[in-house]
């Protein structure tokens, strides 16, 4: 019984580290076999400093990266707000 509930413990940790890593983007660089950047976009959930919005929908964060939003959280998002989203696009500037 000890043993079962050992092993059901390590497999929640992991189970919690890997949603943890997932969420933070620690593991959105999607890579071919050979490490090399794939031909989709980079993409990472974070949160970060908006400086800018462009029309349509896109949210523009401190490192150059964006943010395709819906109408609405793109009407009430201001800008020097912070705001979770998918980002994508390799930054163009360090932070």
């Known amino acids: ?8 413990r390590a497999r929640l940790r992991y189970v ?5 890593c997932g969420l933070s983007g620690c593991m959105a660089v999607p890579l071919h076999m050979r490490g090399q950047r794939s031909p989709e976009p980079y993409k990472v959930l974070g ?3 908006v400086i800018g919005k462009e029309s349509p929908l896109d949210l523009i964060a401190d490192d150059g990266t964006r943010c395709e939003t819906s109408k609405d959280r793109f009407e009430r998002t201001k800008i020097g707000s912070k705001v979770w989203c998918l980002w994508s696009g390799d930054p163009i500037r360090d932070r």
């Not at 919690?16 to 943890?20: E, H, I, K, T």
């Open 47 to 49: 949160r970060k400093l």
């Open 16 to 20: 919690a580290v890997a949603v943890a």
């Open 1 to 8: 019984m000890a043993a079962s509930l050992s092993i059901s």
